[in-house]
């Protein structure tokens, strides 16, 4: 099979290349914007973006992965942590920062490596769309075959950490809570016989 070439893409690359340029500006957006919510919400659009790319790649499993933890969890947390803590909903000028022009500076220099370093590596490689490589039954089938120990081990870990967050959840503020519990008991305590004082004398009448 011949390798197509770059003068005669095909509409699966152009639609990549578009889908790769919406999602990068949606990521410029929500690192950019100074309100919260517009930040979570562009993150969701550059979430999105990145698994219709690996759909577009054949790779369904990882699509729909990136789909249910990322938009479906991660940014739901987000919105979540916005609304609870009481997070301003319009512009915030604790989203703006001193450093975005180092920010940037560091921003290229990781994406000019990792551009580097993929493209030499997979300069020559070409992905078969037709072969179900990426599909879930493949992708399930060599997880439960060949990767069945660290699959129950990563499983055990996050039991672990969720049992470990209701734990956490359920101590109701620590030691400063109860020493602040014991205070309050001891001053009801000293205000009683005050109480018991100020009723006595009404009774003797």
Do not use: C
Request: no cysteine; aromatic share 6%.
């Amino acid at each position: 099979m011949t390798a197509p070439g770059f003068l005669s893409p095909t509409g699966v690359e152009i639609a990549f290349v578009l889908t790769g340029l919406v999602t990068l500006g949606a990521a410029l957006v929500a690192v950019t914007t100074k309100q919260l919510v517009h930040a979570a919400l562009w993150l969701v659009v550059a979430l999105g973006g990145i698994a219709v790319e690996y759909l577009l790649l054949t790779a369904e499993f990882v699509a729909w992965v990136q789909v249910l933890i990322y938009v479906g969890s991660i940014v739901v947390l987000l919105l979540f942590g916005l609304m609870l803590t009481r997070a301003p909903v319009g512009r915030s000028p604790d989203a703006d920062s001193g450093n975005r022009w180092v920010a940037l500076a560091v921003a290229l220099a990781a994406a000019a490596t990792l551009v580097t370093v993929v493209v030499d590596a997979f300069r020559t490689a070409w992905i078969d769309l037709d072969t179900p490589q990426g599909s879930t039954q493949a992708i399930g089938e060599a997880l439960f075959r060949h990767w069945v120990l660290p699959f129950e081990a990563l499983s055990l870990l996050l039991l672990a950490a969720l049992v470990g967050a209701i734990v956490v959840s359920r101590r109701r503020g620590g030691p400063d809570a109860s020493d602040a519990q014991d205070a309050s008991d001891a001053q009801d305590a000293q205000d009683a016989p005050d109480a018991r004082g100020a009723v006595a004398p009404e009774e003797e009448r």
